[in-house]
């Protein structure tokens, strides 16, 4: 047999059989970051065999996505930043009320298009927005103007959000998903002027979509998600959603475009905004005096 053969059969079905590989963990996947690494040929003096040695190095897991569709209070992580917390009010509103609510809200609201900045190009939100409060609210360097002008319907479930959550919520980010192609990108609500660990309540009406929780990376994971945890709340017409704590700080969020159909959603987030200081971090930006402004890495991800 020419040598070019014998070796070929050798690493074939002569060669011994792979060491049992540890069973995959049921909670998540493993994923060593370099397969091929874990496999290390070694050839014995005259002997044909080609052993594999398991590596030494600790395989690493993607956690699978958690979903989270029961009514309560969820702590989601304890870290050093605090606790984050999620509380769920599914049936927040009645059907009837709802529809009802929809309908009013979808055909009476200011609604536009915002124009966003990143790396000094602009570009359109793929959803339409308006904005509610005493204050103005910049983000992605661009500024929704103070609107004191609540329509009605808004100051009831304002007074309704405020007792569900305990909170004394000033100022109202609505948003309007026309279709499955709208969406909002990754980000966390932590501007400056949302003040320390701000309890954010976002109140659906309409088709469900799904809003995604990813948890943010550590310091050397170099801000690779890829092995961050992931929930997922499906948010139903009336379903009420508290943020609470560190979510903010420790967390981004998302609702991601969806490839089947889906009809409108109205979404409606309650928050509490302060003056901003001079010299503070403003709608993605940190202002310090002398200087250009710099962006906020979180709010460079707010991209769409
Ligand atoms: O539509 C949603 O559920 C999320 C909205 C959101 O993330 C935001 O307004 O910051």
Not at 16 to 25: F, N, Y
Not at 108 to 135: A, D, F, H, I, V
Not at 262 to 282: Q, V
């Amino acid at each position: 047999m020419s040598d070019k053969r014998q070796r070929a059969r050798v690493q074939g079905s002569w060669a011994k059989p792979l060491p049992k590989q540890p069973q995959r963990p049921t909670e998540g996947c493993a994923f060593p970051s370099n397969p091929v690494a874990n496999l290390k040929p070694s050839w014995g003096v005259g002997q044909h065999a080609f052993e594999f040695h398991q590596s030494t190095q600790p395989v690493k897991l993607i956690p699978s996505e958690k979903v989270i569709e029961k009514d309560g209070d969820h702590e989601v992580s304890n870290g050093p930043s605090g606790v984050s917390r999620l509380r769920l009010f599914t049936e927040f509103l009645p059907v009837e009320e709802a529809d009802w609510m929809f309908s009013k809200l979808l055909a009476e609201l200011p609604w536009s298009q915002k124009t966003n900045y990143r790396q000094g190009e602009s570009y359109g939100e793929p959803r339409l927005t308006c904005w509610y409060g005493e204050l103005p609210y910049t983000y992605a360097h661009s500024t929704m103007e103070a609107n004191t002008q609540w329509h009605p319907l808004l100051l009831t479930l304002r007074q309704a959000v405020d007792s569900a959550s305990g909170s004394s919520f000033n100022s109202l980010l609505c948003n309007l998903y026309r279709n499955e192609s709208d969406s909002i990108g990754w980000h966390s609500d932590d501007e400056a002027s949302l003040g320390i660990k701000p309890t954010i309540a976002s109140l659906s009406l309409g088709d469900t979509r799904v809003f995604s929780l990813r948890k943010k990376p550590p310091p050397e994971e170099n801000g690779d998600y890829t092995y961050m945890e992931r929930l997922r709340v499906p948010l139903a017409h009336g379903t009420l959603l508290l943020m609470e704590g560190a979510t903010q700080d420790d967390w981004q969020h998302q609702v991601a475009k969806e490839y089947h159909s889906r009809g409108p959603r109205i979404n409606l987030t309650f928050r509490t905004i302060y003056p901003e200081p001079a010299g503070c971090r403003h709608g993605g930006q940190t202002l310090t005096s002398g200087t250009a402004p710099v962006l906020s890495t979180q709010h460079h991800q707010r991209l769409l």
